[in-house]
């Protein structure tokens, strides 16, 4: 994790902003903080794929120089709706990379997949904050994105709400003091299923997720608990921490988001209404906490915590994350792309939901040993990957 001493000095309103991915689950949470915060930012640009309205309607109240639509289809609707506004419309997978090169000093980067791979590596490139939700461009490229921040003097700060928690209680000026983190895990909608009551789950019940309000590609990880296995890459990652200095927990009732544990024994823990808001306004306001209106954590209504370790045979996804982030190279990249596809083709009901793990651990045996070194290394990998799991759907 790197944090250069001119972002730490930084932090005078107003905060020149860019949401990538402003129409999603994380996206709308921001502009929600933002629209709470009048004069406090300025918005340099707004991007989504084909949500025009919602753009729209974040345009109009934001203010942002630019808006821009991934998907070439949608550009017409967006130029006809922002006419008269002043604010450029634009569209393609370009545009967006643009968007995120645009002088913002701090970037939401809340693309779902490895879409948002490309124009965070742009916002990272001219040594920007990126508050980061986007965690399938950090599991797929880890290694290259992490070289990036640190050649280009960027700071990452994380959105996942583990991945904050653990930012707010690690010593950074200490490592080698850190045992190890326990990342919890809500275990999902399926945590008591049996994996035969697994194998009938619908979609609508698998993006039913009992405690978070999530993006559907996020819920269905959450139900395979892949989720946890993209969080455990993202961890090695973002703190330096080898594979045995990473648990995972089950806590159902998502109140303790992280745990530290220190050589003494001692286990500091970051806790909090399961509310998105906390996090992404710890990255937004970094390195100043914000008022937010997130509910209060009512410990005495809660009553008891509860932890459990997690299942390794009903949910193989937490092995196979493990596996890949131990092997290193192209194996994380072809777990994330293979996920990707597979939740996909779930989604559209084409498999069924213990296919989708299965699917992805075919294609991890499918492709073996590819060294990664470049974005183009990451991208034809990504592509191998995709058209691999493309195959095992049908
Ligand atoms: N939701 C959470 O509570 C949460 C928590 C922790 C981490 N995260 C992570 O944050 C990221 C976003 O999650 P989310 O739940 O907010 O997802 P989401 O609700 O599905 O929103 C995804 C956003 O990305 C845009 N997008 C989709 N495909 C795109 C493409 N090909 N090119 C450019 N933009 C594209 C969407 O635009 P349209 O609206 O136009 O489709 C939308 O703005 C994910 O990586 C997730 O793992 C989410």
């Known amino acids: 994790m790197v944090v250069t001493e001119a972002h730490k000095q930084s932090g005078t309103a107003p905060r020149r902003v860019t949401i990538l991915g402003s129409t999603g689950s994380i996206g709308c949470n921001t502009v929600d903080l933002i629209e709470r915060a009048p004069g406090k930012y300025v918005i340099e640009a707004l991007t989504a794929n084909n949500n025009v309205e919602e753009l729209t309607r974040q345009a109009l109240k934001l203010k942002p120089r630019i808006a821009v639509v991934a998907d070439p289809a949608s550009y017409g609707d967006l130029k006809r709706a922002l006419a008269g506004s002043g604010i450029e419309a634009a569209a393609g997978p370009e545009a967006v990379a643009d968007a995120a090169a645009r002088p913002a000093e701090w970037v939401m980067a809340s693309i779902v997949g490895t879409a948002g791979l490309v124009p965070t590596l742009k916002a990272i490139e001219r040594g920007a904050i990126v508050g980061l939700a986007n965690k399938e461009c950090?599991?797929?490229?880890?290694?290259?994105?992490?070289?990036?921040?640190?050649?280009?003097?960027?700071?990452?700060?994380?959105?996942?709400?583990?991945?904050?928690?653990?930012?707010?209680?690690?010593?950074?000026?200490?490592?080698?003091?850190?045992?190890?983190?326990?990342?919890?895990?809500?275990?999902?909608?399926?945590?008591?299923?049996?994996?035969?009551?697994?194998?009938?789950?619908?979609?609508?019940?698998?993006?039913?997720?009992?405690?978070?309000?999530?993006?559907?590609?996020?819920?269905?990880?959450?139900?395979?608990?892949?989720?946890?296995?993209?969080?455990?890459?993202?961890?090695?990652?973002?703190?330096?921490?080898?594979?045995?200095?990473?648990?995972?927990?089950?806590?159902?009732?998502?109140?303790?988001?992280?745990?530290?544990?220190?050589?003494?024994?001692?286990?500091?823990?970051?806790?909090?209404?399961?509310?998105?808001?906390?996090?992404?306004?710890?990255?937004?306001?970094?390195?100043?906490?914000?008022?937010?209106?997130?509910?209060?954590?009512?410990?005495?209504?809660?009553?008891?915590?509860?932890?459990?370790?997690?299942?390794?045979?009903?949910?193989?996804?937490?092995?196979?994350?493990?596996?890949?982030?131990?092997?290193?190279?192209?194996?994380?990249?072809?777990?994330?792309a293979a996920n990707e596809i597979a939740v996909e083709g779930f989604l559209c009901g084409k498999i069924g939901f213990l296919d989708i793990v299965r699917i992805v651990e075919e294609t991890l045996g499918k492709i073996t040993g590819t060294a990664i070194h470049t974005l183009q290394d990451v991208l034809c990998v990504d592509l191998e990957a995709r058209k691999i799991a493309g195959d095992f759907l049908e």
């Open 138 to 336: 950090l599991v797929s490229a880890g290694d290259l994105l992490m070289a990036e921040i640190k050649r280009c003097g960027a700071t990452l700060i994380p959105v996942d709400s583990e991945h904050s928690a653990i930012f707010q209680i690690f010593d950074f000026d200490d490592p080698g003091k850190i045992r190890r983190i326990i990342l919890t895990a809500s275990g999902g909608p399926f945590r008591q299923m049996t994996s035969r009551q697994m194998a009938a789950v619908t979609p609508e019940q698998a993006v039913d997720h009992p405690n978070w309000d999530m993006g559907a590609k996020i819920s269905i990880d959450s139900a395979t608990m892949m989720n946890k296995g993209l969080e455990l890459i993202e961890a090695h990652h973002l703190f330096g921490l080898g594979g045995p200095q990473i648990d995972i927990l089950v806590h159902p009732q998502s109140v303790v988001h992280s745990m530290v544990e220190y050589v003494d024994g001692s286990v500091l823990a970051q806790l909090g209404a399961p509310d998105m808001r906390t996090p992404i306004s710890y990255a937004l306001g970094w390195p100043k906490r914000l008022e937010t209106p997130a509910a209060r954590l009512e410990l005495e209504k809660i009553g008891s915590l509860t932890f459990e370790a997690p299942d390794p045979d009903r949910f193989p996804a937490l092995r196979l994350a493990r596996e890949c982030m131990m092997q290193g190279g192209a194996a994380p990249t072809v777990l994330n």
